[in-house]
């Protein structure tokens, strides 16, 4: 299993397309970070327009705890096509070249050949989620400094403090690579339908597209159908960044306001990512390989 | 005695309303060159992909190495080598990589000296370090039959592995095949649309058309010259073949097509059928001798592209 899994990612690693993803993440990062590097006071203002009036704040609102929030809200909708570049050409990459044949008549089982396939897949998502977090959190500490994080949400405003915040990063990028692995699990599953990739990258983007559009819809008919849409959880590292108060209305360090809730979405993202290996353990063992 | 490599029993594929396969019996025994012989479409790569675990059965039961092969997949397949059809290989990679990626997925450690050894053996070994999609179809081709080779398998299954090969192509991949058999022992299955090649180098043949059987025999019997097909039509076929089945004419007998019995015998031995056809009551419609086995094919499967293939 082990060389099996080499294997892979040596596959993975010494095909041009693998480092799109890299490329791509590590093009909008830095035009974000030069962005805000050059007109960061201007966006700040804008951001705050309606508070200013009210609120007084000190220190450096574009920090780079900031930044990497940014960062993760704007680049976390387009990661999943990065990923699907890769995970839904792992089965149909193969049949497309005709190396699935020849790979199958190797003294291997299928479900280890599916299994080594899929973690590969997994080491490949957190590379990138790894590569995401050295340029959006640690490359944003670096130009920008570190200070209190000063977040507006819907209908009330977050202040995290300096030293309470990386922790939810960790924990954040965490739950992202478990968001995306879902989505990697999901292309991989649909690979197992066609011999070129272009049709199972393009079905799981509409999958997501799709679900998305439906757990962000206020439709009470789609209601009951949301809480088990994995989309509805892929945004759930938010909720790092929402802290408990207390009676006074004073943030409480080192809490997250609704742990439940992360909890429920880590589980359902869980049971989305076994439940879609496990139909593609179940469809490749039945499958006769024509290409 | 000779073990039995590969032993088929009424191997069956049905895709949807398609029966590409249909009772197949036959086996390959240790040492055999065996030629498998078909127009495109009569089910040959549908049978060897069964045979390596890529299509599953409707029915029937395959043995390699007297092992079923659905319970011990494993096992038989590290003693297995193939080529199937093109031989894709991954060509962002060069030779030498793509060779030491499948030798470590078949379960052997081999050294840089081995994997040399084997890319000289196929004629590659100036162009190892060269990726792939450099390479000419011919190239290819010897690159996947080294990747077959490299963990040294007792039996090499090579489906069409003259497609798209110039002469001289064809000519290599023939010598290559006739080194591995004599040379090096090994027990090969090839497969080919084209009676010419199956001739230069198999030691037994097995015909099938639309998935069925046709004839199989040794190659040095169905290729001899005095040895010839008869097809015999009659009033009652069934009332015939009981009648040859009990007279010495029983060794004679081939697979039966649908609506004529089939013997193989010498050509001078065709009068005395006729007349002991009479003695035994057979009423005879017809008795068409056929000059060779590639007559006898042309005959019995119908249609131009049949025609093509084997005058190709």
């Given at each position: 299993m082990w060389t099996l899994l080499q294997i892979e990612l040596y596959k993975i690693f010494r095909?041009?397309?693998?480092y799109i993803a890299f490329v791509a993440i590590t093009a909008l990062i830095t035009i974000v970070q030069l962005g805000l590097k050059v007109d960061g006071k201007e966006y700040a203002a804008f951001v705050m327009a309606d508070l200013s009036n009210t609120l007084q704040i000190d220190g450096k609102i574009i920090n780079g705890y900031f930044v990497c929030y940014v960062l993760l809200q704007l680049l976390l909708v387009h990661v999943p096509l990065l990923i699907a570049l890769i995970a839904a050409d792992m089965i149909s990459g193969e049949a497309n070249m005709g190396t699935l044949r020849l790979l199958l008549?190797?003294?291997?089982s299928r479900t280890q050949f599916i299994l080594a396939k899929f973690f590969a897949a997994t080491i490949y998502t957190i590379l990138l989620l790894i590569w995401l977090a050295i340029l959006a959190l640690f490359l944003s500490m670096w130009i920008f400094g570190t200070d209190d994080m000063f977040l507006l949400k819907n209908n009330y405003a977050v202040q995290i403090e300096n030293a309470d915040i990386f922790w939810r990063y960790a924990g954040a990028f965490c739950f992202a690579a478990l968001a995306m692995i879902t989505v990697a699990a999901l292309g991989f599953f649909l690979?197992?339908?066609?011999?070129?990739?272009i049709g199972p990258i393009v079905a799981t983007m509409s999958i997501i597209v799709f679900f998305t559009i439906l757990s962000t819809m206020s439709i009470p008919i789609f209601n009951t159908i949301k809480p088990y849409l994995f989309t509805t959880h892929m945004?759930?590292?938010?909720?790092?960044?929402d802290v408990k108060v207390n009676a006074a209305n004073e943030t409480m360090r080192?809490?997250?306001?609704r742990p439940d809730r992360l909890l429920n979405s880590t589980l359902i993202l869980l049971a989305h990512i076994v439940f879609f290996v496990g139909a593609s353990l179940y469809v490749f063992k039945k499958k006769d390989v024509l290409s | 005695m000779m073990q039995q490599v590969i032993e088929v029993t009424g191997l069956t594929k049905q895709f949807k309303n398609i029966t590409?396969?249909?009772d197949l019996s036959f086996s390959v025994r240790e040492g055999d060159v065996y030629g498998f012989l078909g127009q495109n479409g009569a089910g040959k790569s549908t049978t060897i992909r069964m045979l390596l675990t890529l299509i599953s059965p409707t029915s029937g039961h395959i043995e390699l190495f007297g092992m079923p092969l659905h319970s011990h997949r494993k096992e038989i397949l590290q003693q297995v080598g193939a080529v199937i059809e093109k031989p894709d290989?991954?060509?962002?990679?060069s030779a030498y990589d793509n060779l030491k990626l499948f030798a470590r997925l078949s379960g052997v450690k081999v050294t840089e000296q081995k994997l040399m050894q084997q890319l000289e053996m196929v004629g590659l070994a100036a162009r190892?370090?060269?990726?792939?999609?450099?390479?000419?179809q011919g190239m290819k081709q010897r690159l996947g039959i080294a990747i077959a080779l490299v963990h040294d398998p007792k039996l090499i299954i090579l489906d069409e592995?003259?497609?798209?090969?110039?002469p001289q192509g064809i000519a290599d991949i023939r010598n290559l095949i006739l080194h591995l058999s004599r040379e090096m022992k090994k027990t090969i299955v090839v497969s080919s649309h084209l009676l010419t090649e199956i001739e230069q180098v198999a030691t037994k043949v097995l015909i099938i058309d639309q998935g069925k059987k046709i004839i199989e025999g040794e190659s040095a019997e169905l290729f001899d010259p005095a040895q010839t097909i008869v097809e015999l039509t009659t009033m009652d076929n069934v009332f015939s073949l009981q009648q040859l089945q009990q007279s010495s004419w029983q060794k004679n007998l081939?697979?039966?097509?649908e609506h004529a019995l089939l013997l193989k015998l010498d050509r001078k031995l065709i009068p005395q059928l006729h007349r002991d056809l009479v003695n035994m009551s057979i009423e005879v419609l017809s008795l068409q001798p056929r000059h060779s086995l590639e007559d006898y094919f042309l005959q019995v499967t119908s249609g131009n592209q049949h025609v093509d293939a084997f005058t190709n």
């Open positions: 095909r041009p397309r693998t008549t190797k003294p291997i690979s197992q339908f066609a011999e070129n990739s945004v759930a590292w938010k909720e790092f960044f080192g809490t997250i306001q | 590409a396969v249909n290989v991954y060509k962002y990679l190892a370090k060269d990726k792939v999609q450099t390479y000419s592995p003259t497609n798209g090969l110039d081939q697979p039966q097509r």
